[in-house]
């Protein structure tokens, strides 16, 4: 299993990213995928999950109606939008299978997101 996130950056609050994952080594178009994050000095947590169909989506209410999940099942990838960025939103972004769970125990390398003025 690899999961290889980019997109990450430094952005000012306001601001918008589109963050991406690229999974391999499982069957991803069968598979729920799902956005965590982990800001500094707390826990990872589930943000946002999306169906294997893509017709259902899920967030965490910190980030609902900021952030969208989407994905393209051609390219095995999946994509966050974030938009309207928070300085609360500072974190290393991972993506995993899994709609509620992390389905894998290895993680990517994550990218960091940083909202600053």
């Known amino acids: 299993v690899q999961l290889v996130e980019s997109g990450g950056g430094w952005v000012r609050p306001g601001e918008s990213l589109t963050l991406s994952c690229v999974a391999s080594?499982?069957?991803?178009?069968?598979?729920?995928m799902a956005w965590w994050r982990h800001p500094p000095g707390r826990e990872r947590m589930l943000i946002a999950s999306i169906t294997a169909d893509g017709q259902n989506t899920n967030y965490r209410d910190p980030v609902k109606g900021r952030f969208t999940i989407s994905r393209d099942n051609a390219k095995n990838t999946v994509y966050l939008r974030m938009m309207n960025l928070e300085p609360a939103d500072t974190a290393v972004y991972y993506c995993n299978a899994g709609r509620f769970r992390p389905e894998f125990n290895s993680w990517g390398q994550g990218t960091q997101v940083t909202v600053s003025s």
């Open positions: 080594g499982f069957d991803f178009v069968s598979s729920a």
